[in-house]
């Protein structure tokens, strides 16, 4: 019986494939998925490789790297349940490495509700998944530092806004980017007081910072993912930084500039109460891409819906060399130029903007203001875009 609910899944699953819009006309990638009695389960699907042997062992790590064939012969089970199944998912393609992320809520395990995220990263030149081991020139040594930052630094930052909130040990599912990397908890180690499994974002400055030592060499794959260039300054990064900021946001960060804030919060929900600050009201979000971010809007005083994202604040970056906490202003001063203006604050000027006593300087970069802002030592500590 499971064989032909199986077989009837794929057979439908075949039919359900739909083009990712979003790609363009060279689509590297397309969606797969199956909709049954009000269950919905889609994941991504490579449509081109160097061989068809190569993309159909890719195509199957994606489904059983996800669980979405797991899913897919749950929905069978669950017809009758009020609950159903439902999924979404992020597929991106960084120098030939696939990235997967999973977002899985209903009966997934038996009949009671939960949700789960399952992730995968692919090096689409051999097929293989990608380990910590690829990552990291000694995953051991690694796993001690990443765990040590959890639970030293991360853990009480977020202890008061979880459900389960055991950091360690280090989950299996994590994603990579070129900014940083995501891990993803089992909802019964960590979740949100939402009931939402928890995922904690560490920016590549930060895991570097811990003690880890990252594989760079040429031909690796982050070397292949381009993340040193987000670590180094050089004489591309005015350059880099017009090309990483051509979407009003700053990467990995889904706020935009000039955007409503409503859709913003409905979908990723205020973690605490907005704060006040010069310019108006800072927004703390769920979600592992918000942790030590915070979106910039009006002071509130007017419709919810009204509002529009004025900036974004990043207390925790890794982009185009510069990385927060170990970036030195006059190394950014040396590579990006006199900047357009210089601030400096302290007392109650500093404490008006939530920020440490220092100095702000203020480029323009593509049409927008990128804000450095740096410590009494001249270090940087956080990052504005604004319009």
């Known amino acids: 019986m499971k064989c032909f609910r199986r077989a009837c899944c794929l057979l439908l699953c075949v039919l ?192 570097q910072s811990a003690g880890a030592e990252l594989i760079l060499s040429p031909g690796s794959i982050l070397d292949r993912m381009g993340v040193f260039k987000h670590l180094t300054l050089s004489e591309n990064t005015p350059a880099l930084l017009e090309e990483a900021l051509s979407g009003r946001c700053l990467p990995g960060i889904p706020a935009v500039l000039d955007e409503a804030v409503a859709p913003l919060v409905e979908s990723h929900h205020l973690l605490i109460d907005p704060d006040l600050y010069e310019g108006g009201r800072m927004l703390s979000l769920q979600g592992a891409a918000f942790r030590q971010v915070y979106v910039l809007t009006d002071s509130l005083t007017e419709a919810f819906d009204l509002s529009v994202v004025q900036g974004v604040r990043a207390d925790r970056l890794t982009l185009c060399g510069l990385v927060t906490g170990q970036t030195l202003r006059e190394d950014y001063l040396a590579v990006l130029g006199q900047p357009r203006s210089t601030v400096t604050l302290a007392g109650d000027d500093a404490e008006k903007w939530r920020l440490p006593e220092g100095t702000s300087d203020y480029y323009s970069v593509g049409g927008m203001t990128l804000r450095l802002h740096c410590n009494q030592e001249g270090v940087l500590t956080i990052v504005f875009l604004t319009p």
Not at 31 to 48: D, N
Not at 76 to 100: E, F, H, P, R
Request: glycine residues 6%; aromatic residues 6%.
């Open 16 to 207: 359900f494939l739909l083009p990712l819009s979003a790609l363009g006309e060279e689509d590297v990638l397309t969606q797969a998925g199956l909709a049954l009695f009000g269950s919905e389960v889609y994941y991504p699907q490579l449509t081109k490789a160097p061989d068809d042997a190569l993309l159909e062992d890719i195509n199957r790590l994606i489904v059983t790297g996800l669980h979405a064939d797991q899913y897919l012969d749950r929905m069978a089970l669950v017809m009758s349940n009020t609950v159903k199944i439902t999924t979404t998912y992020t597929a991106d393609v960084t120098g030939d490495v696939l990235t997967c992320v999973l977002s899985a809520s209903g009966p997934l395990k038996n009949n009671r509700a939960t949700h789960a995220f399952t992730s995968v990263n692919i090096d689409l030149l051999t097929g293989q998944e990608i380990t910590l081991a690829d990552v990291f020139a000694s995953p051991e040594d690694a796993v001690i530092c990443l765990e040590t930052l959890l639970t030293e630094t991360i853990a009480p930052e977020l202890s008061a806004h979880l459900d389960a909130s055991a950091v360690t040990p280090l989950p299996e599912m994590f994603a990579l980017t070129p900014w940083g990397m995501t891990l993803y908890y089992p909802v019964e180690q960590l979740s949100a007081l939402s009931g939402q499994a928890g995922a904690i974002h560490l920016t590549w400055g930060e895991v």
